[in-house]
């Protein structure tokens, strides 16, 4: 069969097909690998960003050298194939290289002068080498395919758009599977080995197609002139204002992706869930527009008008999205101050999703019905339509790249996230009017849109610069009765201090709008003093406190003299706003023996010398957020288990919002790796739970923690007194816990079953 690659060959029905797959495991990968790095940077925006840098960057680099190659390869269609065998080969490749990648930072950190976030100009480079290949060969299949399918100039923006749009969706999809089914019920490894072998599969199907693939003739080699107002199609990339605008597209597409995220993700406790249903109907949106331009796109007589037309159209609907958002608050602020609300109402997810919906989905349609317009201007030099394709695709991923890192590291920290929305907004009108100007297309129709849309930019900036800052407003609205007296929005989270409007001393710490701890010591103090009072090799050298919370944990351990105490903590601003929770910060921040390190508490663990006679883990809950299971699982406690003396003691906080199915978890888990593992709880219920694990077996009755206090000479009766008051009491021991978790399953690395409470219970 020689395939001339009519509307009926069924070749053309497979490569439309095998693109939508292929978006699919894209966004997969791309899930799968922020996963990896965070084992060796945190879940931080450093983890991300990184992904993001090598996804984009290959995919920008590929599609520069998948368009030189497209206009000049005759077989597309069994390069293609080789392509995608190569991308599932090498994917499999990076589980093993991710996986160790911690392990060899950890140890040539000190070497190499790498920092406990990770990022570094040395783990950049290796987490480069790794990412850049796979996703290389993912750049080169875009050009090529619409090279391949694109049959005449006047069918490019219904081709290239209804490539665009597939791939997208198919994208959409997933990044939902991945969060919510594939990686709960496959694991990591089995999940990327899933979709390496739908690459594989696509690429030796698309090696036997091509067999048979005969590259049809170009009917039209003329550039496309009227009033496109770009007359010298060999113009420098560097020097060809289409290329920059739609750079400045991809820039603005991917940092509203981030501040959207920022937004809505405390709605949904931070959670995985969070993550893969924003970024769904983000990329959802982007695929319909897509999709229902193509048409359009086609029909339109300018191009370029089209284009301009839907990036200034983005900014009004972004707009709009943002005044949506304060009603999706009115309905939505009273789960903030809950916790393990996806546990206990699984449906708040559906009616969250409808909500996002409807916010975003206007905005990331025009993003995405831009494209049709601009495959059609790129089809105006046929013969390089490849080439041009492939510049373009490339200029929208690197800017791309600087959207996300941009977004992430200045735009949120510096303007916050009202201001960086209302930018946002600006950019893309702006962007839409600098190439109506450019193109010369400055038809009467043209110079109306832009006159228009200037003045309606200024009412849209002067008018949005009297909204509140839509978290600050959401914490108002979620705890009555107190006033937000600092807030602070980091490159991972936002950091704010609530005090009560009756009581000024009663603070409370909040990330992400979530509370975390306050200034109470109902029962903060046994996180320190149950380990320290158990420990029976003498008197305790060095403890690790990760997680500082309000710093109830430092301040009460910083009492026992002679105990070092590192404290690992995540988010700069908590540290930064510790001396305005406890009053008694500047005097525990200068004693010499507690040593603050900013970091991943795992890493830093991990690098650290063994013999820490106590760790303390109190990570901000719930479990299930993203990246707190890192430190639940064998793998990390087995490292743990490594760094302790030998008669160390972990004491790991269970929070009261971990349902029965997280606690049985939680114990299984331990004892699998530990040889004794005790479960503590607090007098008083609702508190949560101490889970002890340790090597040596420590076998104390409630009498002889009482008689550890009251023999405490470093304890004023104070202390004592409180202490005795909140004694937490032994509730179940190796034997009784095995039988509790009977038929529970160990939370690994590869299979983070805490994270996925809506897929497994154990009650």
């Known amino acids: 069969m020689n395939s001339d690659l009519t509307k009926r060959d069924p070749l053309r029905y497979y490569l439309f097909f095998a693109f939508f797959l292929t978006g699919a495991t894209g966004l997969v990968y791309q899930v799968l690998w922020s996963r990896l790095l965070v084992f060796s940077f945190g879940y931080t925006i450093f983890s991300i960003s990184i992904v993001i840098t090598a996804f984009m960057g290959g995919l920008a680099l590929g599609s520069a050298i998948g368009g030189v190659l497209a206009d000049r390869v005759k077989n597309l269609v069994s390069l293609y194939g080789m392509a995608e065998i190569g991308i599932g080969a090498i994917a499999i490749i990076t589980y093993p290289l991710l996986m160790a990648m911690p392990y060899g930072i950890a140890e040539y950190r000190e070497a190499l002068n790498i920092p406990y976030y990770g990022l570094s100009p040395w783990t950049m480079l290796i987490a480069m080498c790794i990412l850049v290949p796979p996703t290389f060969l993912m750049g080169l299949t875009l050009p090529i395919l619409a090279k391949v399918l694109t049959r005449v100039k006047e069918s490019a923006a219904m ?150 037309l839907c990036q200034i159209l983005t900014g009004f609907a972004t707009a709009i999205g943002l005044l949506g958002f304060f009603v999706f608050i009115s309905f939505n602020y009273k789960l903030l101050p809950q916790l393990g609300l996806l546990v206990g109402d699984p449906s708040i997810i559906l009616s969250n999703a409808f909500g996002i919906f409807l916010i975003v989905i206007p905005s990331t349609f025009f993003m995405g019905a831009g494209f049709p317009f601009i495959a059609r201007w790129a089809a105006g030099e046929f013969k390089s339509l490849g080439g041009r394709t492939g510049k373009l695709y490339a200029s929208n991923t690197v800017g791309s790249i600087f959207g996300a890192l941009l977004g992430g590291f200045v735009l949120l920290p510096t303007l916050g996230t009202r201001n960086s929305l209302i930018f946002l907004v600006s950019v893309f009108i702006l962007n839409g009017i600098y190439l109506l100007y450019m193109s010369r297309a400055q038809t009467r129709r043209a110079m109306r849109v832009i006159l228009a849309s200037v003045i309606v930019l200024v009412c849209v900036i002067v008018a949005f610069r009297v909204l509140p800052d839509p978290n600050i407003y959401a914490l108002n609205s979620a705890y009555p009765g107190h006033n937000v007296v600092s807030y602070i929005e980091d490159a991972d989270v936002n950091v704010a201090m609530l005090e009560s409007a009756k009581n000024k001393d009663a603070k409370s710490l909040h990330l992400n709008m979530r509370l975390v701890s306050g200034t109470g010591l109902g029962l903060t103090p046994w996180m320190s003093y149950l380990p320290i009072l158990m420990f029976d090799g003498g008197e305790p050298k060095r403890m690790l406190n990760i997680g500082l919370g309000v710093g109830h944990t430092l301040m009460t351990a910083s009492k026992k003299p002679g105990l070092e105490i590192d404290v690992a903590e995540l988010v700069p601003s908590v540290v930064t706003l510790f001396k305005e929770y406890n009053p008694e910060a500047e005097k525990i921040l200068a004693n010499e023996r507690v040593n603050i390190i900013l970091g991943d508490g795992r890493n830093i663990l991990l690098s650290a010398e063994s013999g820490y006679d106590i760790i303390t883990i109190d990570p901000t809950p719930p479990l299930y957020g993203s990246g707190a299971v890192n430190l639940y699982t064998a793998d990390f406690f087995t490292v743990i288990l490594e760094k302790l003396s030998e008669k160390g003691v972990l004491l790991l906080r269970i929070p009261a919002s971990a349902d029965e199915s997280a606690v049985k978890l939680l114990i299984k888990t331990s004892l699998m790796v530990f040889p004794n593992v005790s479960l503590w709880q607090p007098p008083f219920k609702g508190r949560g739970y101490s889970l002890i694990a340790s090597k040596h077996d420590y076998q104390m009755t409630k009498e002889d923690i009482a008689n550890e206090v009251r023999s405490a000479d470093f304890l004023d009766d104070g202390w004592k007194k409180l202490l005795l008051e909140t004694q937490p009491i032994l509730i179940g021991e190796e034997i009784a816990l095995v039988k509790f978790t009977k038929d529970v399953p160990v939370v690994t690395d590869d299979m983070p079953y805490l994270e996925f409470p809506l897929l497994y219970k154990f009650d």
């Open 159 to 308: 081709d290239i758009g209804a490539l665009y749009a597939l791939n997208t969706l198919g994208a959409a999809g997933g990044a939902i599977l991945a969060g919510f089914l594939l990686i709960g019920l496959l694991g990591l490894y089995k999940t990327l080995l899933l979709a390496a072998a739908v690459n594989i599969i696509i690429g030796v199907v698309a090696i036997y197609f091509g067999r048979s693939y005969k590259r049809p003739l170009t009917k039209e080699l003329t550039y496309e002139g009227g009033d496109e107002g770009f007359a010298a199609p060999a113009r420098s990339i560097l020097k060809e204002p289409v290329f920059w605008s739609f750079g400045v597209s991809g820039f603005t597409a991917l940092a509203c992706e981030v501040v959207w995220i920022r937004l809505f993700s405390p709605y949904l406790e931070n959670s995985t869930y969070a993550f893969s249903l924003i970024l769904g109907i983000f990329l959802l949106g982007i695929a319909f527009g897509g999709w229902a331009a193509r048409r359009v796109g086609a029909k339109m007589s300018s191009s370029l008008f089209g284009f301009s």
